[in-house]
């Protein structure tokens, strides 16, 4: 007996060395992964247009124009801004820091693919009926500017549409380049 209880006290530690053995091997083992750094992501999109304001890019082009003093407002995102010529038009710049040009909704009109000094863009004649037209321009995949118009008068969508590309261009040099 206690020969047999010799042999089982000398069983267990061969096999713990074993198995220590076979983890020290030099031979790479196929089911070892490679250790990744965890990556913190963060749940909230970040606001690249922060550090802008939707009457700063608008003032310059329609004060020249003879436009009334723009005013905020707050109708497609918490950073717009819209202003007037009576008897002409009333146009707007928001800044949509959540929402791509893809989220951008037609409203009446048809969205027309297109490039503004490299980025992409799309116009929108017809947006909010005769008379209108909206020009966004992305800002990355999630963010964008959008400049709109809406004639007062007799005019046409491509009239409107002038006008907007015409705000777009002179406010895009401003905007951050997205990711």
Known sequence: MLHSARRKSLTVPIAVIA?????CSSEPRSDALPQVPAIKSSTQPTDVLKDLKACDLLEPTTAAKGFESPRVETYES?????T???GYA???IYLVPEAGIDK???GQGTKVPSKLNGREAVE???DAGTDACTVAVAVGPNARMTASTTL???GTNEEACALSREIAEAAEPKLPRGN
């Open 19 to 23: 198995v220590a053995a076979s983890a």
């Open 78 to 82: 918490d950073n717009g801004c819209r």
């Open 84 to 86: 007037a010529k009576r």
């Open 90 to 92: 009333s146009v707007s």
């Open 104 to 106: 951008l909704s037609p």
């Open 124 to 126: 929108i004649p017809g």
């Open 152 to 154: 007062e008068q007799t």
